[in-house]
């Protein structure tokens, strides 16, 4: 079969499709770098047929056809939108592949390395190992030039099915979505699934970007970004890219799968919660508005976990980028209710933490998570936003992206997908052969291939599984995980409490 991101040369305009130009927040390098690739595995056989004609049925529905579109670049090198008038047969509304393997997983020499959660944290694989699966054999993503020298659709579906399970690939160009994007997009095809197609909520217009007057410099922001100061200068910049960069674009990297049991981050989110009221009562305030979120402990949880790991000196500053959705900051004016009509794209910021990695490593767990949560609150405004895209504007880098610390920090990056909901999907009406059809089809396993931008120590936080166990994947340093892996184990022994030997000067 030809692969369907097989190298072309640039395509033409092809009569009667409909152009757009880029949003804000896809005209950039940050989204264009990436070609992404979720993979659901469920414990069943599904159909593919049924697959396939529910999600070719949303993008068909209407608002969505923008999924469907393909990417083009004009006479003056600007890439457009270019949406087919009508999907057919020789143009899909989604590319798709089915591969029946005709072996149970076990017997396939991916599939038998799918990662299995265990009752302790630890690291269960790595997803590169199922990039054969993913992606088509022998494809190594290369962002968006693939979809500009073929007229594929930004969506793509790809069926792996075994005797005993199946493999449910999601592939797009990240242009087309970021993560709360994503829930819209699996949730609707769920809806297309079980026939409630009714239910299947109209996406926000998107003839015009809503998010266009963020890179206009007449728009004046209303206040300040609260880590102005703190901003870095082109010296650090400089600096700081000279170690940062390096590790992302020259050093080798590694893939793994850490997978946290409920029976572990259960009691360091309670514990958490509870010293924050424990403190709110001394301090004379109300304990009941105390409020830290699962993810908040375990984005505080691998912070402590990376530094620990790397036993830096407890002067290093240590930042900590939360991407956000910039969707709730501007319902109102800008965007119409979520639950109405949501906005099927991109629109994302950031929260930073700048902490050092002496308080990481000395103070409880609960102060740390705090700050996370402090951080989102803070700067999750539309204030804050607009004040961040002013920098932006004048940063001239070409990313929207402002670097906050210092040149000497070390960096980890946090994405949270849990809202997006994969494990809570439903496929039962896609399941086939004898099953109890009271039970829900869901995934058992969730994990993202991305390519071929991978930074070292990005962490997608996947979410929660039925059994309450919860994933996060990243790419570290080749040799990095090996000393993740022995944070793990003193983290086994003593809770959240840090080893005091890893408390390092270097």
Same mark, same amino acid.
């Given at each position: 079969?030809?692969?369907?991101?097989?190298?072309?040369?640039?395509?033409?305009?092809?009569?009667?499709?409909?152009?757009?130009?880029?949003?804000?927040?896809?005209?950039?390098?940050?989204?264009?770098?990436?070609?992404?690739?979720?993979?659901?595995?469920?414990?069943?056989?599904?159909?593919?047929?049924?697959?396939? !004609?529910? *999600?070719?049925?949303?993008?068909?529905?209407?608002?969505?056809?923008?999924?469907?579109?393909?990417?083009?670049?004009?006479?003056?090198?600007?890439?457009?939108?270019?949406?087919?008038?009508?999907?057919?047969?020789?143009?899909?509304?989604?590319?798709?592949?089915?591969?029946?393997?005709?072996?149970?997983?076990?017997?396939?020499?991916?599939?038998?390395?799918?990662?299995?959660?265990?009752?302790?944290?630890?690291?269960?694989?790595?997803?590169?190992?199922?990039?054969?699966?993913?992606?088509?054999?022998?494809?190594?993503?290369?962002?968006?030039?693939?979809? *500009?020298?073929?007229?594929?659709?930004?969506?793509?579906?790809?069926?792996?099915?075994?005797?005993?399970?199946?493999?449910?690939?999601?592939?797009?160009?990240?242009?087309?979505?970021?993560?709360?994007?994503?829930?819209?997009?699996?949730?609707?095809?769920?809806?297309?699934?079980?026939?409630?197609?009714?239910?299947?909520?109209?996406?926000?217009?998107?003839?015009?970007?809503?998010?266009?007057?963020?890179?206009?410099?007449?728009?004046?922001?209303?206040?300040?970004?609260?880590?102005?100061?703190?901003?870095?200068?082109?010296?650090?910049?400089?600096?700081?890219?000279?170690?940062?960069?390096?590790?992302?674009?020259?050093?080798?990297? !590694?893939?793994?799968?850490?997978?946290?049991?409920?029976?572990?981050?259960?009691?360091?989110?309670?514990?958490?919660?509870?010293?924050?009221?424990?403190?709110? $009562?001394?301090?004379?305030?109300?304990?009941?508005?105390?409020?830290?979120?699962?993810?908040?402990?375990?984005?505080?949880?691998?912070?402590?976990?990376?530094?620990?790991? $790397?036993?830096?000196?407890?002067?290093?500053?240590?930042?900590?980028?939360?991407?956000?959705?910039?969707?709730?900051?501007?319902?109102?004016?800008?965007?119409?209710?979520?639950? !109405?009509?949501?906005?099927?794209?991109?629109?994302?910021?950031?929260?930073?933490?700048?902490?050092?990695?002496?308080?990481?490593?000395?103070?409880?767990?609960?102060?740390?998570?705090?700050?996370?949560?402090?951080?989102?609150?803070?700067?999750?405004?539309?204030?804050?936003?607009?004040?961040?895209?002013?920098?932006?504007?004048?940063?001239?880098?070409?990313?929207?992206?402002?670097?906050?610390?210092?040149?000497?920090?070390?960096?980890?990056?946090?994405?949270?997908?849990?809202?997006?909901?994969?494990?809570?999907?439903?496929?039962?009406?896609?399941?086939?052969?004898?099953?109890?059809?009271?039970?829900?089809?869901?995934?058992?396993?969730?994990?993202?291939?991305?390519?071929?931008?991978?930074?070292?120590?990005?962490?997608?936080?996947?979410?929660?599984?039925?059994?309450?166990?919860?994933?996060?994947?990243?790419?570290?340093?080749?040799?990095?995980?090996?000393?993740?892996?022995?944070?793990?184990?003193?983290?086994?022994?003593?809770?959240?409490?840090?080893?005091?030997?890893?408390?390092?000067?270097?």
């Amino acid at each position: 079969m030809k692969l369907p991101f097989g190298r072309q040369p640039t395509m033409q305009p092809i009569p009667g499709d409909r152009v757009m130009p880029l949003h804000f927040f896809e005209d950039s390098l940050l989204v264009q770098g990436n070609n992404m690739a979720v993979s659901l595995v469920f414990d069943a056989v599904l159909d593919p047929k049924i697959l396939r !004609e529910s *999600l070719e049925g949303l993008v068909q529905q209407e608002g969505w056809q923008r999924l469907g579109g393909r990417l083009r670049k004009n006479a003056s090198g600007k890439i457009e939108w270019h949406i087919p008038a009508q999907f057919s047969v020789d143009r899909p509304a989604i590319s798709f592949a089915h591969v029946d393997h005709g072996m149970p997983a076990a017997s396939h020499p991916a599939a038998s390395r799918i990662p299995k959660p265990q009752d302790r944290p630890c690291i269960v694989g790595d997803p590169d190992d199922l990039e054969g699966l993913a992606w088509e054999p022998g494809y190594k993503p290369n962002g968006i030039n693939d979809y *500009l020298t073929s007229d594929l659709p930004v969506l793509g579906l790809r069926v792996n099915s075994f005797t005993d399970k199946t493999v449910v690939v999601l592939q797009w160009q990240h242009v087309a979505f970021d993560a709360l994007g994503m829930q819209y997009v699996v949730e609707g095809w769920s809806s297309m699934l079980w026939g409630k197609t009714a239910e299947v909520l109209i996406p926000c217009g998107l003839d015009l970007d809503p998010f266009h007057f963020l890179s206009q410099e007449s728009h004046f922001a209303t206040e300040e970004h609260v880590l102005t100061d703190r901003r870095v200068g082109w010296g650090g910049l400089l600096r700081w890219g000279l170690g940062y960069g390096i590790d992302m674009l020259v050093r080798a990297k !590694e893939n793994r799968m850490v997978c946290i049991p409920e029976t572990y981050w259960r009691p360091q989110w309670e514990k958490a919660v509870e010293e924050l009221r424990t403190e709110a $009562i001394s301090n004379g305030e109300d304990p009941s508005k105390v409020f830290l979120t699962e993810n908040d402990v375990l984005t505080a949880w691998i912070l402590r976990c990376v530094v620990g790991e $790397i036993g830096m000196g407890p002067e290093v500053t240590v930042a900590a980028s939360i991407a956000m959705s910039l969707r709730k900051s501007f319902e109102g004016e800008l965007l119409p209710a979520s639950t !109405e009509h949501p906005y099927v794209g991109n629109a994302f910021g950031w929260a930073n933490v700048l902490v050092t990695a002496g308080d990481i490593i000395s103070k409880p767990l609960s102060w740390l998570a705090r700050q996370v949560r402090c951080a989102i609150n803070e700067q999750g405004t539309r204030a804050q936003h607009e004040a961040y895209y002013a920098m932006v504007r004048k940063s001239g880098t070409g990313l929207p992206i402002i670097v906050f610390g210092d040149g000497g920090m070390a960096q980890v990056g946090f994405s949270n997908w849990s809202k997006a909901g994969l494990f809570n999907l439903d496929f039962s009406p896609a399941r086939q052969g004898p099953s109890d059809d009271s039970l829900p089809c869901r995934p058992s396993y969730v994990q993202e291939n991305h390519g071929p931008v991978k930074p070292a120590d990005g962490f997608f936080i996947l979410g929660k599984d039925e059994k309450g166990n919860y994933w996060t994947s990243a790419c570290k340093v080749k040799g990095q995980w090996a000393k993740f892996e022995e944070q793990l184990k003193e983290f086994d022994k003593t809770g959240s409490e840090p080893p005091k030997q890893n408390q390092g000067n270097s």
